[in-house]
């Protein structure tokens, strides 16, 4: 008799705060206004609503032209994923699929279809309901494979608006320059004025390059970051399913499964040096046997 009790669904993950960036953004806020005070300058200097208008205003108008309406509206929804995290790890995957695999196991397949219902994941709940309906491998792997490449297809144009909007602001800003200076011209008369408007004007291009460097640039960096992390947790959903689908012992869907938890220590761990002593003992050991056939 199949088991119906269904397996633990793994909780949908909440969005988080992310600390890197909001302490980030802080900082390098903080760090530009506290060294322009302690130079004698005053937070009024660099506050120009026309200049913010310019910049801003250019900036977004020529990203709207370079980007279709449906790619600008998807990557202004993906902007709080730059300030908040979904936490949700390779390891709390793999406890799910290792759940699912041990039920289908002792009861089949058939046995996962009301636990598939439950499950929060897009991705992986369409996943397995195509493998509980019966879907031939091959095709249901090249299927899933499609979704992640057009996912990911479009977290690189979403982010690539950000990188846009990145490049356009130092451009803008040195334009809001040039407009300031243009006012200050017509009043050559007048030499202090004269001084107090150039200041004015080059803030436009502080507001450009500050808005890149600080905001759009880092912005499109941490999407993709987000992006490679969801694609790697993809694959691996992908990688459970077809050895749910197999039947493989849960223990080796595990083994499989905890080297995408692994690999991101890996690199970590590895240490240049051991590495690079190693071809030398393997020149050592396959210099003697050719030395002994010349001999």
Do not use: W
């Not at 760090?31 to 660099?46: F, R, S």
């Not at 309406?69 to 406890?95: H, M, N």
């Not at 890996?266 to 003992?281: L, N, Q, V, Y």
Request: positive net charge; charged residues 25%.
């Amino acid at each position: 008799m199949a088991d119906k009790t269904p397996a633990k669904p793994k909780k949908k993950s909440g969005l988080k705060p992310d600390l890197a960036t909001c302490c980030g953004l802080l900082l390098a806020i903080g760090g530009i206004l506290g060294g322009l005070i302690l130079e004698g300058g005053n937070l009024k200097d660099v506050a120009q609503i026309t200049a913010a208008m310019i910049v801003l205003g250019g900036t977004i108008g020529a990203v709207m032209v370079t980007t279709p309406v449906g790619v600008l509206i998807r990557a202004a929804k993906k902007l709080p994923l730059v300030f908040l995290d979904r936490q949700e790890s390779a390891s709390e995957v793999t406890e799910e699929i290792i759940a699912y695999a041990t039920k289908a196991r002792k009861s089949g397949i058939v046995s996962l279809e009301q636990d598939a219902a439950a499950i929060q994941d897009p991705f992986l709940k369409k996943a397995l309901e195509l493998a509980i309906d019966g879907m031939d491998l091959n095709e249901l792997r090249s299927m899933m494979e499609l979704e992640i490449s057009l996912e990911e297809q479009h977290g690189e144009e979403e982010a690539k608006v950000y990188e846009a909007a990145g490049g356009y602001a130092p451009t803008i800003g040195i334009i809001g320059a040039v407009l300031g200076l243009i006012q200050v011209m017509k009043h050559l008369e007048n030499i202090e004025e004269v001084g107090k408007g150039i200041a004015v004007a080059f803030v436009a291009t502080v507001y450009g390059v500050g808005s890149a460097n600080i905001l759009f640039l880092p912005a499109a960096n941490k999407l993709k970051a987000r992006l490679r992390r969801t694609i790697h947790l993809r694959e691996q959903m992908l990688e459970g399913v077809v050895g749910i689908v197999e039947g493989l012992n849960p223990k080796l869907i595990r083994s499989k499964l905890e080297a995408y938890s692994r690999h991101g220590q890996a690199s970590k761990a590895a240490k240049p040096g051991k590495a690079a002593k190693a071809p030398k003992a393997e020149a050592g050991k396959e210099a003697a046997p050719a030395a002994a056939a010349s001999n």
